[in-house]
Each structure stands twice: as C-alpha cells, then as structure tokens.
C-alpha cells in the first residue's frame, strides 16, 4: 500500500503566478487535510476536505488559496498570484475515517517563490 | 483553540549521552498526542503517539514518551542518543480533527 503522495516535490513561480499542488491520499482513505510549514516553524493547519466536501477551511488564508477534493482524482491546493510570502513547504496528510491518530503525511511539495 | 510549546529551540547533545525534549499543551480535554521526526527536506515521520492507555508510551528508533495529565506535558525521551537521531522534532496534539504543532526542536548529536 503506497503512502500519501505529493507532487510536485518541488516547485518554483514567479510572482504572480499560479501554483497547483497534488495530493494523492493513502488508498482507501477518503480524508484529506492540507497544512504550511514557513521555515523555522511548525506545520499550521489549513484545510480539511472529504471527497467533493470542505469540512473545515478556518486555516485557509482568505484570498488567493483554494483546495478541492474531487470525486476522482487528487487533492488540489491551488494558489493564485503567487507572493514571496507563500514560499513554504506544503504537507498533505490523508485519514480513512477522520477519526484520531489516523493522519498519515506526505513527503510535502516545497515551493519558492521568486 | 489549543496551542502545544516546545520550549527548546535547539538542543545539542553527545553522542550515547540521554536526551529528553520538552512539549506542553494547552488543554487536556480530549487530546491525542504525537512526536514527529524530519529530517532536511524530508516529510513528518511518526515516533510516537498516544491515544490512551498507558501514559508510558514506547516509538520507534528507542524512543518513548510520557503523557502527564496534570502538568499538560509529554516530554520525549532517549536514554543513549546516535548521530543519527540528528534532526528536527515536532510535538502535534489532536483534537477536533485538527493538528496543532510546536515549534520544533532542533536535537543535533555530537560525536
């Protein structure tokens, strides 16, 4: 059973751009949660998805981001007009029933912003 | 909203020498707690976790931790560190379906 994937691992925009990052959850598992790491700090939540559902944003800065969680297919958190500000390590983390201790991360998709 | 302190940014520590990295949260209502390892430009890898049962709880790599209710702590341990276990430390409580994360401790061995 292959972990949560992310892709991709690293990814680099200009201002101004768009950034998609990708996560593939564990199999069977239909739980997904998004969370940010800016450098010398701890992950901060951002966003917890069911499929086709948004279960809890609070974390989600309010313009620019989005995150979707489809039917079939990846996770998506999409990025819009890029700042230097959003340069961070993106961590996806995926659960079978969303219950407790069930999170299992990614690898995470580093972005730099140029 | 809950809030998890780790206290020591960085600790550096020879090598077999014990090592015991401090966490404290916020709120013991209904908490479930964790200790994550990263290594550079790597994903969260879990140590160890408690849910309930016994507050003694044993990770991988040696590793153990202790959950104490009344001081809101769950401090990591190893009694005899390698230069391996270099890295970045991370204490996360769960509740209500969200992460909460410390700082991090950055745990250097020294040979």
């Known amino acids: 059973n292959a972990g949560v994937m992310q892709n991709p691992r690293h990814l680099v925009r200009r201002r101004g751009q768009e950034a998609r990052l990708r996560c593939s959850p564990m199999k069977g598992h239909s739980h997904v949660y998004w969370y940010r790491q800016l450098p010398e700090e701890g992950l901060k939540f951002m966003v917890y998805?069911?499929?086709?559902?948004?279960?809890?944003e609070s974390g989600m800065p309010k313009e620019r981001f989005s995150a979707e969680f489809p039917k079939e297919g990846p996770s998506i958190l999409r990025i819009q007009q890029v700042v230097r500000g959003d340069s961070a390590a993106y961590f996806c983390?995926?659960?079978?029933?969303?219950?407790?201790?069930?999170?299992?991360f990614g690898p995470g998709t580093r972005l730099t912003v140029t | 909203a809950q809030s998890v302190t780790q206290l020591d940014s960085q600790v550096p520590v020879f090598e077999e020498a014990p090592v015991e990295l401090r966490c404290n949260y916020s709120?013991?209502?209904?908490?479930?707690l964790f200790w994550y390892v990263q290594y550079p430009n790597q994903g969260l890898q879990l140590l160890l976790k408690?849910?309930?049962?016994?507050?003694l709880v044993k990770g991988i790599n040696g590793f153990e931790a202790e959950f104490n209710k009344s001081q809101t702590s769950f401090h990591l341990r190893k009694p005899s560190v390698h230069i391996s276990d270099t890295a970045e430390y991370f204490c996360a409580v769960e509740t209500g379906n969200q992460f909460y994360f410390g700082t991090g401790t950055s745990l250097t061995v020294i040979p």
């Open positions: 998805l069911q499929k086709e559902n948004i279960i809890d």
């Open positions: 983390a995926s659960s079978p029933r969303g219950g407790p201790g069930e999170q299992y």
């Open positions: 709120s013991s209502v209904s908490v479930y």
């Open positions: 408690y849910l309930s049962g016994s507050t």
